[in-house]
């Protein structure tokens, strides 16, 4: 039986009851194609199998896909060797999937921000990650949770929490909590349209000081007239703004 490896960040979900609920959650139809991150051994891919159509999965690991292969037998399932962040599913789908993934904690952010350059294909995405890194995922503003990932995640997508997971549940057992979200891609927003790409530069402006008023971080790059011109409070601190004040301040800058 193949083994964990740090090196990838493995973290097998064993955990009987919490798979189904993450099949509870997930609801997989008949008609649904899937594409799966990192399937691990298999535990969540052989269920998808039998209720959706088609599952196609991504896996890096050697040892891994010597089982998983196995699984193309039943007909509607195929895996690919690879590393997901550089996997194009617009080479491999020609219609809306649905994604699901356990995803390496150490690596979490790369393949969220991979996630959201494909968003026009995808129905919406299931994740467990590290319960730190979740949470700072669907935080709102005035919180400590809330930053930079949170701005940009919520303007592309609706996350939403679904539920934590013990560290008991995995092998090897993660030293933290795991969560379960649940992302919806917001129609008509891209990762490379222009807003999302100028929410970036602002968000990374702003939170680079974190104690500093967002007018003193803005005056480089808005005019005292534009500033106050977007009828927001200048001296309050990045994390007072809202999804919705970061959206107004960018489209200023188009």
């Known amino acids: 039986m193949p083994r964990a490896k740090k090196s990838l960040g493995q973290n097998f979900l064993i955990d009987s009851n919490v798979i189904d609920q993450i099949i509870q959650y997930v609801k997989p139809d008949h008609q649904d194609v899937f594409l799966e991150i990192g399937p691990g051994k298999g535990a969540i891919s052989e269920i998808l199998i039998d209720k959706s159509k088609q599952v196609q ?10 089982k998983l292969v196995i699984l193309e037998d039943r ?19 020609d219609n809306k999937i649905r994604v699901i993934g356990n995803l390496p904690y150490n690596i979490s952010t790369p393949i969220l921000l991979w ?40 303007y592309l997508t609706k996350p939403k929490y679904c539920f934590d997971i013990d560290p008991e549940s995995f092998s090897p057992k993660p030293k933290v ?3 379960f979200v649940k992302f919806e891609p917001v129609l008509g927003r891209s990762f490379d349209d222009p807003i999302a790409q100028m929410i970036q530069k602002v968000t990374r402006i702003t939170f680079q000081h974190r104690r500093k008023m967002i007018g003193k971080s803005l005056e480089n790059l808005l005019s005292k007239e534009k500033l106050e011109a977007l009828d927001i409070d200048l001296k309050l601190r990045p994390e007072n703004l809202s999804v919705q004040e970061y959206i107004k301040i960018s489209e200023s800058l188009i």
């Open 57 to 66: 999965a991504v896996e890096l690991d050697d040892d891994l896909l010597k």
């Open 75 to 93: 007909g509607n399932f195929r895996v690919h060797k690879g590393n997901i962040l550089e996997f194009n599913p617009k080479k491999i789908f």
């Open 115 to 154: 996630s959201f350059k494909f968003l026009d294909m995808f129905t919406d995405m299931h994740f467990m990650f590290q319960k730190e890194f979740g949470d700072r995922l669907f935080a709102k503003n005035n919180s400590k949770d809330y930053g930079r990932t949170s701005v940009i995640t919520q």
């Open 177 to 179: 909590k795991s969560v």
